[in-house]
């Protein structure tokens, strides 16, 4: 019997074997369990908002006041003509 075969057979005696007892409050734990996932998903997703909004308003205030965009001023003053 090569390994496919085997591993196919275990599981079809497994299926009809008895099948073990379902506790009868698993419904309750698992709609328990995915609502706690969903808020714990949708805290994180709103705080990665807020992250990226202060990061982005930081972002601007740096730039508004730093206003990197213009030329550093000059330490040097220009060669004078005619000396």
Not at 36 to 47: D, E, G, T, V
Request: charged letters at 25%; hydrophobic letters at 45%.
């Amino acid at each position: 019997m090569s390994l496919p075969d085997r591993k196919e057979a275990e599981v079809r005696r497994m299926l009809d074997g008895p099948h073990p007892p379902v506790p009868p409050d698993l419904a309750r734990r698992a709609t328990a369990d995915g609502r706690r996932l969903l808020s714990h998903r949708r805290l994180a997703r709103r705080a990665l908002w807020l992250l990226t909004l202060a990061a982005l308003a930081v972002l601007l205030i740096w730039a508004a006041v730093d206003q990197p965009w213009l030329p550093p001023p000059t330490h040097t003053t220009p060669p004078l003509e005619g000396w």
